[in-house]
């Protein structure tokens, strides 16, 4: 849910800047909600990685 989130934040910032140039403010927005998206699919990935490793035959 957290991915979803962050690309839903990621496209309401892109969404904002159609049709006029993005100011300053709109590029922050864009960039920090680029990093959530990065971030929650980083976290995602490293926990699949460890249920896949430790879900291991016993």
Same mark, same amino acid.
């Given at each position: 849910?957290? =991915?979803? /989130?962050? *690309?839903?934040? /990621?496209? *309401? +910032?892109?969404?904002? $800047?159609?049709?006029? $140039?993005? &100011? #300053?403010? *709109? #590029?922050?927005r864009i960039r920090r909600a680029r990093r959530r998206v /990065? !971030? !929650?699919? @980083?976290?995602? !990935? &490293? @926990? =699949?990685? $460890?249920? =896949? /490793?430790?879900?291991? +035959?016993?």
């Open positions: 849910m957290p =991915a979803i /989130l962050a *690309d839903v934040a /990621l496209l *309401d +910032a892109l969404i904002m $800047t159609i049709g006029r $140039t993005p &100011n #300053e403010l *709109d #590029e922050q /990065l !971030a !929650a699919r @980083r976290d995602l !990935a &490293n @926990r =699949a990685a $460890t249920l =896949a /490793l430790s879900g291991g +035959a016993a």
